[in-house]
């Protein structure tokens, strides 16, 4: 159930997110009636939803390969490469976010 929780947020924050960045300014302006503040909290709420996200899991996973490999020190060579990666996917949603909020001023 708590899974479920997680997913209905992430689909709920990019899906909301994108929504709002396909227009320019002025579209925003008039469908919104409030304009440039509603974006910067959009463009706020993805830099730190997504760069909360990447911190727990990251935080997460690094406790759970330390302990992993602190039980069995010889599954340190196996588990670096999936480490690795996972941690890089995790930092790909940070920059997701940072992304996003760019897209949300129309700098990119």
Do not use: H, W
Not at 54 to 73: K, Y
Not at 86 to 91: I, K, P, T
Request: net charge positive.
């Amino acid at each position: 159930m708590k899974i479920c929780k997680y997913i209905l947020m992430f689909v709920g924050m990019f899906v909301s997110t994108v929504a709002f960045a396909q227009g320019d300014e002025a579209t925003a302006s008039s469908v919104l009636g409030v304009g440039q503040g509603l974006l910067g909290i959009g463009a706020g709420l993805a830099i730190g939803i997504g760069a909360f996200g990447a911190a727990t899991g990251q935080g997460r996973a690094t406790g759970s390969v330390l302990e992993g490999v602190s039980r069995n020190p010889s599954a340190s060579k196996a588990v670096f490469a999936n480490f690795m990666l996972g941690l890089a996917f995790m930092e790909f949603q940070a920059l997701l976010g940072f992304v996003i909020a760019f897209m949300l001023y129309g700098k990119i």
